[in-house]
């Protein structure tokens, strides 16, 4: 399969379509399924190896502290979330421009083939709960999507050892470890950054800079911590 369709913005996103009554929304951004992404070399196609490949520590892992466990999550209810919960539009429109907006949420079929490589894939798959919002400015190529995910500890463990051996560069948004992988092509900058507030994962994938996608990441982060206080790095 062409490494362009690691990402389907359009009609259908691994195999499930945009509901009628979205329809309306997707006008202008369906016809840029591919170009709101651009190709990855194929070389890069698989950016995160089969875990049991790699030994390397993550970020967030220490020599001689206690093993992490998972904090409570019983407060924790991304259901009862909605896209602009998670983001403010003014830091969305100081990345992308004034013509930035919320374009929509997306639906429980529509999360396959957003994450960079098949661990992050399994990950996303294994989390027990999943909210997944797409902002940017109709009829452009500039869109990125956001994913914030709890994730059981053992599934984030295999997923940070993975991507500590794989093309993204590890570093901390503020005190959350972070992974970034920054990208050139035809269109432009593309970037992915995954970033960590136990038991929460935090995925910024799209079009820009690692800056700025970092800049969108550390408020998604904010914004979580505020409605979860609870929540560890």
């Avoid at 989390?127 to 984030?156: E, K, M, N």
């Avoid at 463990?157 to 050139?184: C, H, K, M, N």
Wanted: proline share 7%; with cysteine.
């Amino acid at each position: 399969m062409s490494p362009c369709l690691r990402y389907t913005l359009a009609m259908s996103r691994g195999g499930g379509h945009v509901a009628a009554s979205r329809m309306s929304v997707w006008a202008g951004v369906a016809a840029l399924s591919l170009a709101l992404v651009g190709c990855t070399p194929a070389s890069e196609s698989d950016p995160t190896p089969s875990a049991s490949g790699s030994t390397a520590a993550s970020p967030d892992a220490t020599s001689d502290g206690p093993p992490m466990t998972d904090p409570p999550v019983d407060e924790i209810d991304l259901d009862a979330l909605v896209c602009t919960d998670l983001l403010d539009l003014a830091v969305a429109q100081a990345q992308f421009g004034a013509d930035a907006q919320f374009i929509a949420e997306l639906g429980p079929g529509e999360f396959t083939g957003i994450m960079a490589g098949p661990v992050a894939e399994s990950a996303l798959a294994e989390a027990t709960q999943q909210i997944g919002c797409i902002w940017g400015i109709p009829q452009s190529d500039g869109a990125f999507t956001v994913v914030v995910a709890a994730l059981p500890q053992a599934s984030r463990d295999t997923l940070t050892t993975a991507l500590g051996s794989s093309v993204f560069t590890g570093t901390l948004i503020g005190t959350a470890p972070a992974y970034t992988w920054e990208r050139d092509d035809a269109l432009g900058m593309f970037t992915t950054v995954y970033a960590f507030a136990s038991p929460l994962w935090v995925t910024v994938t799209g079009a820009g800079t690692t800056s700025s996608q970092t800049e969108i990441t550390a408020d998604v982060l904010d914004h979580l911590r505020a409605l979860y206080p609870s929540l560890g790095d």
